[in-house]
């Protein structure tokens, strides 16, 4: 088991930039893969981006390619979400999530453990 902690969450406005952190503990962090999922009020919790155990690979959706960047330092145990060009639909708790598993997957039935989530909430 790892346990998740994220921060960095904040209001925003459109166009802006916000950097979330997921900060581990436990198990050892750079055994698992890495995500980050969001949900939206009145919507299912979305994939987000993944990152590969040592920070060689990398997924996201085509919702934020281009936006936002996953990244880790497993010295510090902490993954990280850059996200920039923020727009009013990014607006979501972002959770951020463990796969023991390995792969960039996508389905959140695929990790196993998640952190509290953060509020993300970007104005028109």
């Known amino acids: 088991q790892v346990q998740l902690v994220e921060s960095g969450g904040g209001l925003v406005q459109a166009g802006g930039s916000l950097r979330l952190s997921c900060a581990a503990s436990?198990?050892?962090?750079?055994?698992?893969?890495m995500g980050w999922f969001r949900q939206a009020p009145g919507k299912e919790r979305e994939f987000v981006s993944a990152i590969s155990w040592n920070g060689g690979s990398t997924r996201y959706a085509d919702s934020v390619k281009g936006r936002f960047t996953i990244s880790r330092d497993n010295a510090k145990s902490t993954v990280y979400l850059q996200m920039n060009t923020l727009k009013p639909e990014d607006t979501a708790v972002y959770y951020c999530?463990?796969?023991?598993?390995?792969?960039?997957?996508?389905?959140?039935?695929?990790?196993?453990?998640w952190g509290q989530g953060t509020q993300v909430t970007v104005s028109s």
């Open positions: 999530a463990a796969n023991g598993r390995g792969g960039l997957l996508t389905m959140r039935l695929s990790y196993d453990n």
């Open positions: 436990g198990r050892t962090f750079s055994s698992y893969t």
